[in-house]
């Protein structure tokens, strides 16, 4: 589903966010990514979808070239993967039912989307979608009157309705508080189990990582340092993943 | 030690403006009678020009419409150009530079230059409201382009979207609300503008008030003046609801 091939990134100000990665993540898997801030989690699922644009390496995504598309390739893979954010993103402004219809954006006219009008069925599916997240009688709220777990159950419902084969979440939970996080990550346990959708979630915090992650993989100053199933995490095996490097250079 | 010498310099830059202008408290005072003589001699307005001072007021405010809906639109291209996360960074400092040049002339200025060009009337009036109000539009719209959240606009990339499509989703949401406020915000000042573009000829109820003062007719002009402040306060006061309701 997912094959990253020795992938780097060395941004221009000389920070390594990754250094040599491979991984192959297989349809149905729910990957905890860990690692404590500045290991690359971000950068790693950013270069899934090309938000950033790596300095060597390849990924694909469901056979389909991400580092080498078009724009028009691009589109097409972004399409399929669903991107969750930490600050969710949304636009303030726009109602929760609009800013659920962006994730419909691709699929849709674009000239019937420049004009706001959403085909009754891509209106339908995000009501709906709604509704599975947690959220109805919201739809015409401003988003910015949510709470930031209602805020980010939005984030999700939008990259839900792209209907995606991927779901990646960076940090998802980290604005909200332990309750809330709980909830968000059961909730995408729920559509990983359900939808039998990959998911991808980078969390700095532990205890959640395996709890949720079928698989957790470990990132260090930019490289895997651990690959495995959440059952066999061995506390040293934890530890060695967040130790902090005393030079912060890559080992 | 710096600080003192800071302020000392600032009061005496006050001190000798207010010297060379020939600032005189008494000469106030003194003034003061024919300051109420003036007054009284306004009183009471003559309502026989309140027809003249309507259409005046009509002009006035038509002016502040074209030249406020003209100038918005010139400025959308120039702001785009004018903000750094926009603009490439030649263009960004040719643009504000430019801008900078333009806005430090009033419309009145403008409006004396364009009564030369293409003679009297109310035509002079609104390119010189279309000049100064698209200059200064395109400075508050790139400022807002430049405060703009950038995450949300990753967000719609993020799904796939086309680059009109972000554009439509991403940001224009974030700021039409800003540029309509901006835009009614000019609107008020324009009608302010354009109230005294008459005193140089280029149209509106200016030109009603400078000809009852220099006639020395003072009851036709306080009419005037009146009209002219009812216009302005029920613009601002539905000018402003309305802004208050964008943002």
Same mark, same amino acid.
């Given at each position: 589903?997912?094959?990253?091939?020795?992938?780097?990134?060395?941004?221009?100000?000389?920070?390594?966010?990754?250094?040599?990665?491979?991984?192959?993540?297989?349809?149905?898997?729910?990957?905890?990514?860990?690692?404590?801030?500045?290991?690359?989690?971000?950068?790693?699922?950013?270069?899934?979808?090309?938000?950033?644009?790596?300095?060597?390496?390849?990924?694909?995504?469901?056979?389909?070239?991400?580092?080498?598309?078009?724009?028009?390739?691009?589109?097409?893979?972004?399409?399929?993967?669903?991107?969750?954010?930490?600050?969710?993103?949304?636009?303030?402004?726009?109602?929760?039912?609009?800013?659920?219809?962006?994730?419909?954006?691709?699929?849709?006219?674009?000239?019937?989307?420049?004009?706001?009008?959403?085909?009754?069925?891509?209106?339908?599916?995000?009501?709906?979608?709604?509704?599975?997240?947690?959220?109805?009688?919201?739809?015409?709220?401003?988003?910015?009157?949510?709470?930031?777990?209602?805020?980010?159950?939005?984030?999700?419902?939008?990259?839900?309705?792209?209907?995606?084969?991927?779901?990646?979440?960076?940090?998802?939970?980290?604005?909200?508080?332990?309750?809330?996080?709980?909830?968000?990550?059961?909730?995408?346990?729920?559509?990983?189990?359900?939808?039998?959708?990959?998911?991808?979630?980078?969390?700095?915090?532990?205890?959640?990582?395996?709890?949720?992650?079928?698989?957790?993989?470990?990132?260090?100053?930019?490289?895997?340092?651990?690959?495995?199933?959440?059952?066999?995490?061995?506390?040293?095996?934890?530890?060695?993943?967040?130790?902090?490097?005393?030079?912060?250079?890559?080992? | 030690?710096?600080?003192?010498?800071?302020?000392?310099?600032?009061?005496?830059?006050?001190?000798?403006?207010? =010297?060379?202008?020939?600032?005189?408290?008494?000469?106030?005072?003194?003034?003061?009678?024919?300051?109420?003589?003036?007054?009284?001699?306004?009183?009471?307005?003559?309502?026989?020009?309140?027809?003249?001072?309507?259409?005046?007021? +009509?002009?006035?405010?038509?002016?502040?419409?074209?030249?406020?809906?003209?100038?918005?639109? +010139?400025?959308?291209?120039?702001?785009?150009?004018?903000?750094?996360?926009?603009?490439?960074?030649?263009?960004?400092? =040719?643009?504000?530079?430019?801008?900078?040049?333009?806005?430090?002339?009033?419309?009145?200025?403008?409006?004396?230059?364009?009564?030369?060009?293409?003679?009297?009337?109310?035509?002079?009036?609104?390119?010189?409201?279309?000049?100064?109000?698209?200059?200064?539009?395109?400075?508050?719209?790139?400022?807002?382009?430049?405060?703009?959240?950038?995450?949300?606009?990753?967000?719609?990339?993020?799904?796939?979207?086309?680059?009109?499509?972000?554009?439509?989703?991403?940001?224009?949401?974030?700021?039409?609300?800003?540029?309509?406020?901006?835009? +009614?915000?000019?609107?008020?000042?324009?009608?302010?503008?354009?109230?005294?573009?008459?005193?140089?000829?280029?149209?509106?109820?200016?030109?009603?008030?400078?000809?009852?003062?220099?006639?020395?007719?003072?009851?036709?002009?306080?009419?005037?003046?009146?009209?002219?402040?009812?216009?302005?306060?029920?613009?601002?006061?539905?000018?402003?609801?309305?802004?208050?309701?964008?943002?």
């Amino acid at each position: 589903m997912i094959r990253v091939r020795g992938l780097s990134k060395r941004y221009p100000s000389g920070t390594v966010g990754l250094d040599g990665v491979s991984l192959d993540v297989a349809a149905g898997e729910f990957v905890a990514l860990i690692g404590s801030s500045g290991a690359g989690k971000s950068t790693l699922l950013r270069c899934l979808n090309g938000l950033v644009s790596p300095s060597a390496g390849t990924v694909s995504v469901d056979d389909q070239p991400v580092t080498s598309a078009s724009s028009a390739g691009l589109r097409s893979v972004r399409a399929r993967v669903g991107f969750v954010f930490q600050q969710f993103n949304l636009l303030k402004r726009l109602s929760v039912l609009d800013n659920v219809l962006v994730g419909s954006l691709a699929r849709v006219d674009v000239w019937r989307s420049l004009l706001g009008r959403f085909p009754a069925e891509d209106v339908e599916r995000a009501r709906r979608t709604l509704k599975r997240v947690g959220l109805e009688g919201v739809e015409a709220q401003r988003a910015d009157t949510l709470s930031g777990g209602q805020q980010q159950r939005v984030a999700i419902a939008r990259a839900l309705v792209q209907e995606p084969r991927v779901l990646l979440a960076d940090e998802p939970m980290s604005s909200l508080d332990p309750a809330l996080s709980r909830s968000v990550m059961e909730l995408l346990r729920d559509i990983n189990r359900e939808d039998g959708l990959t998911v991808i979630a980078s969390l700095h915090v532990l205890d959640l990582a395996t709890t949720y992650g079928k698989r957790i993989v470990g990132l260090r100053a930019g490289r895997v340092v651990h690959d495995g199933p959440a059952a066999g995490l061995s506390p040293a095996a934890a530890e060695a993943v967040f130790a902090s490097d005393p030079a912060g250079e890559p080992r | 030690m710096v600080r003192w010498s800071g302020w000392l310099a600032i009061a005496a830059a006050i001190i000798w403006s207010a =010297w060379s202008t020939e600032v005189s408290p008494g000469r106030l005072i003194e003034g003061f009678p024919f300051m109420l003589d003036f007054i009284r001699r306004m009183l009471p307005p003559d309502p026989s020009v309140l027809g003249q001072a309507l259409r005046g007021a +009509l002009q006035t405010l038509q002016i502040a419409v074209v030249g406020t809906a003209v100038g918005a639109v +010139l400025a959308l291209p120039v702001a785009f150009a004018a903000a750094r996360n926009t603009a490439p960074a030649w263009a960004f400092y =040719w643009t504000r530079s430019a801008l900078n040049v333009f806005r430090a002339m009033d419309t009145l200025v403008y409006a004396l230059f364009f009564v030369a060009a293409v003679g009297l009337g109310p035509f002079p009036g609104v390119l010189a409201v279309v000049v100064y109000t698209a200059t200064v539009l395109a400075k508050l719209y790139s400022e807002a382009i430049e405060a703009m959240d950038p995450l949300p606009v990753e967000a719609v990339e993020a799904v796939g979207a086309t680059r009109l499509q972000v554009l439509r989703w991403g940001v224009v949401p974030q700021l039409v609300p800003h540029f309509l406020s901006f835009t +009614l915000y000019r609107f008020e000042t324009n009608i302010r503008a354009a109230a005294v573009l008459g005193f140089v000829g280029a149209g509106g109820i200016g030109f009603y008030i400078q000809t009852y003062l220099r006639l020395l007719n003072y009851p036709a002009a306080s009419t005037v003046l009146l009209v002219l402040v009812v216009m302005v306060m029920v613009v601002d006061f539905a000018s402003s609801r309305l802004r208050a309701r964008l943002v």
